[in-house]
């Protein structure tokens, strides 16, 4: 167990439905990442949230958004959902600015878009 | 744009067998290397290795970057059924604020142990 926690584990929905993915660093831990993991991509990195702040951004659709709250939890808005964003999502978080620190994932969220 | 390949794409032992796993990168300012173990979720962190610190051992695994290639090899010897995964490598690269950032993951070796 990581410490990083995501909810819901599955999300079923149809095209064109808008939902939200939750994660919950670890305790201490002020940077947030989202990825995105399909068979055919791999692990691609998507958005990176410090301490509040948007800090990087990676492959993410303008349809896809994200944004860190005061408690430094994180939440990930798919919005106009399509069949090919069926995929596993995967937070992560890591601690301080450093060499030597690493991400640690949550269990992800699996998202079926039918 | 930040690269890593990975190879063997898959490979298939017999337990007790020792495998080492490739992975070769580009990147600009090279920060460090990650090593993850995907078994049915979530990426688990094993190592990771920077200029300070190009070897790390932890029982069986042992990973080795050499910076002058632009590589790492992730060895697993006396394998074991519950080392079947897929194992990813990422590398990080400085970002201009120097704090963490985001990590490039190639596509990941699938290695199967059978009994």
């Known amino acids: 167990d990581s410490g990083v926690t995501q909810t819901p584990k599955h999300l079923i929905t149809a095209t064109g439905q808008r939902v939200t993915l939750r994660c919950s660093p670890r305790s201490g831990d002020l940077s947030v990442y989202w990825y995105q993991q399909s068979l055919d991509q791999g692990l691609q990195f998507l958005i990176q949230y410090y301490n509040g702040e948007e800090r990087a951004k990676g492959n993410i659709l303008e349809r896809f958004s994200a944004q860190q709250f005061p408690d430094l939890h994180s939440e990930l808005n798919l919005s106009s959902l399509e069949l090919g964003d069926s995929a596993l999502y995967f937070c992560?978080?890591?601690?301080?600015?450093?060499?030597?620190?690493?991400?640690?994932f949550g269990p992800g969220t699996r998202l079926l878009v039918l | 744009e930040d690269k890593v390949v990975q190879s063997p794409l898959s490979l298939v032992v017999h337990e007790g067998d020792t495998v080492t796993l490739n992975c070769s990168y580009e990147v600009t300012n090279f920060r460090s290397l990650l090593w993850y173990k995907q078994e049915k979720k979530a990426p688990t962190f094993l190592f990771m290795l920077t200029s300070s610190g190009i070897e790390k051992k932890s029982g069986r695994l042992s990973s080795i970057l050499d910076k002058k290639e632009l590589s790492s090899i992730l060895n697993i010897t006396a394998t074991q059924t519950g080392d079947s995964a897929i194992y990813l490598c990422?590398?990080?690269?400085?970002?201009?604020?120097?704090?963490?950032?985001?990590?490039?993951f190639g596509k990941g070796t699938l290695l199967t142990v059978n009994p």
């Open positions: 990422a590398v990080e690269p400085i970002n201009s604020g120097g704090s963490n950032y985001k990590l490039t």
């Open positions: 992560a978080s890591s601690g301080l600015a450093g060499v030597g620190v690493a991400q640690y």
